[in-house]
């Protein structure tokens, strides 16, 4: 229904075949979008870099949100080489394993900043990097979690994090749709990545989740995938705003 032919997609947050960023590169490209990928280290180039040859990705960058300077350096790259981008995926957060692994309220007040650092302002400076790039409007996407909005268990500081990104979606979304710029929250289930894997007693999540949702079906990377490649589409150019759940009806049960 839908095609991304010569569409320009920057996806940020692939560390393996197992990240949703990578469900969401596969699906854009297989709609026909040209790719730029980045990793985030010398360490993940290694796996990161064959995925992206794997795509015919045409730029594969590495960056770092935390080291300053990175982040432009990749929005020049693709100015130079592009001159435009459609479509931008967000796809990292972090928080100091002794923050993440504690309650809420013991959370420190410096890995409070380097959680929101990370996982929440980088998306707003991408969304301003990419702004100047969306003259004809385009999409800016994040992921989130259902731990934003009810308390999962094990989740702690994590949860109010991202409750934090999906306010910033709304708000960058009422502030840039005369754009035409549209702004997304991705919200998978809860499913196997390198970043879930920090969380504690994550299996027992993984498992109750498949119980309670009414298709005892766990999303995969493929279906948010998917999901992105629509929301990237023209077809999807008047939706905004909003967190999409992505896991099989897990949220609408009590």
Not at 179 to 190: D, F, Q, Y
Not at 214 to 224: F, G, N, Q, R
């Amino acid at each position: 229904m839908f095609s991304l032919q010569g569409h320009k997609a920057l996806v940020v947050g692939v560390a393996n075949d197992q990240s949703i960023a990578w469900g969401c590169a596969k699906a854009l490209r297989a709609q026909g979008a040209d790719l730029a990928i980045t990793y985030l280290n010398a360490r993940a180039e290694t796996f990161v870099r064959p995925l992206a040859e794997e795509l015919g990705a045409s730029l594969i960058l590495p960056l770092d949100v935390g080291v300053p300077g990175q982040l432009e350096l990749v929005f020049e790259e693709i100015g130079e080489k592009w001159g435009r981008l459609d479509t931008l995926l967000h796809s990292i957060a972090f928080c100091p394993r002794e923050d993440l692994h504690g309650r809420v309220i013991d959370c420190s007040a410096e890995g409070f900043a380097k959680a929101m650092d990370i996982s929440v302002h980088s998306f707003l400076r991408m969304i301003r990097l990419a702004e100047p790039l969306m003259p004809q409007g385009g999409t800016c996407m994040t992921v989130s979690f259902y731990g934003a909005e009810k308390v999962v268990e094990n989740y702690n500081i994590m949860g109010p994090v991202k409750s934090a990104l999906e306010s910033v979606v709304r708000y960058a979304a009422a502030e840039l749709g005369e754009k035409r710029i549209s702004v997304h929250a991705l919200s998978p289930g809860p499913l196997m990545t390198r970043a879930a894997s920090g969380i504690d007693h994550f299996d027992e999540l993984l498992n109750a989740a498949a119980e309670r949702a009414p298709t005892h079906l766990l999303a995969s990377i493929e279906d948010v995938g998917a999901y992105a490649a629509f929301l990237a589409s023209r077809e999807a150019a008047n939706v905004t705003g909003g967190v999409h759940q992505i896991d099989g009806g897990y949220n609408i049960i009590a």
